[in-house]
């Protein structure tokens, strides 16, 4: 398959995400960068959803449990038409439909919850997934999740409810960066090994490369074709501030945002480059 529509597409919400947050003032660069590919790939290819009718019954769902990547969503959101890219600019300003964290209550078209208070997008996930099965709706839930978000307990309960219940519609995500605000994952509170851990727990595990479309290609699909009755749930390995160098793995980038003269480097970067490849 050609994955030249979907780099493209990580090149042009790479720079809106830095735009946007240049904009803003403030922001995340750093994990609304390393789950682009992640996000490209469901707005674009996998969700069943309808821009012009973004309560479509039955619709797939993307719950943003990592809010803090908002851009990103946000990003895909307008380039996918629920809304238009003027409004990107509206960033982190007050009145504006896009917060910098979701808000359910702000009727940005294609926002499902209210997110930013880490640890919650599982229990609300499994709860919309719990209620499709018993309507007997056939649309998938999808939570993104970050990897020093798993140390929250509330997580924990989640995966043990989504198995109980039996919630093959529903795939949670890790845009495992192994970086969280204020160091390594593995410093502040180990989560490895994570695989055995959700197996243990009952769940079916993909483990992938969150940048390489073939892969994150390939992992949901193996999702979408599951025939048993376990929740799925991948497990991504990602860059924190994927396609800036400066930006890469650096927790200096966790939540601040370019001045002028690194937003022209960084989009000078992205335009030169072909990740995901
Ligand atoms: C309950 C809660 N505690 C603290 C924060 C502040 N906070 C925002 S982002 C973040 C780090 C998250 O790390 P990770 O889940 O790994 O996300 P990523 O690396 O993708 O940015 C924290 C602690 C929050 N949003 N919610
Ligand atoms: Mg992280």
Redesign the pocket.
């Known amino acids: 398959m050609d994955f030249d529509k979907y780099l493209k597409l990580s090149n042009t919400i790479r720079k809106d995400i830095l735009v946007m947050l240049k904009n803003a003032g403030s922001g995340?660069p750093?994990?609304s960068l390393?789950?682009v590919e992640l996000i490209v790939a469901l707005y674009f290819k996998f969700l069943k959803h309808d821009p012009k009718n973004p309560f479509l019954e039955d619709r797939d769902r993307l719950i943003l449990s990592?809010?803090?990547?908002c851009p990103t969503q946000y990003a895909c959101l307008a380039e996918v038409g629920y809304f238009s890219k003027d409004e990107l600019f509206t960033l982190r300003k007050i009145c504006s439909r896009l917060q910098g964290?979701p808000g359910f209550k702000c009727s940005l078209p294609g926002i499902e919850v209210s997110t930013?208070?880490?640890?919650q997008g599982l229990s609300i996930g499994s709860g919309m997934a719990l209620g499709y099965k018993l309507d007997k709706k056939s649309g998938n839930i999808y939570v993104l999740?970050?990897?020093?978000?798993?140390q929250?307990g509330q997580i924990w309960e989640a995966i043990l409810t989504a198995s109980h219940y039996k919630l093959n519609n529903l795939c949670a995500i890790v845009?495992y960066?192994s970086?969280?605000?204020?160091g390594r994952?593995e410093n502040i509170k180990n989560i490895m090994p994570i695989k055995e851990k959700f197996e243990s727990f009952g769940w079916n595990t993909i483990t992938i490369d969150g940048h390489k479309y073939k892969e994150i290609f390939d992992g949901y699909e193996k999702f979408i074709k599951n025939k048993d009755d376990n929740p799925s749930v991948i497990i991504a390995k990602t860059i924190?501030g994927k396609g800036v160098s400066f930006m890469e793995d650096n927790v200096d980038w966790?939540?601040k945002a370019p001045n002028a003269r690194e937003l022209e480097m960084a989009i000078l970067e992205i335009d030169n480059s072909a990740i995901g490849l």
């Open positions: 995340h750093g994990g390393s789950c990592k809010g803090h990547a964290h930013g208070s880490l640890g999740l970050g990897d020093g978000e798993l929250s845009d960066n970086l969280q605000i204020d994952v924190k966790h939540g």
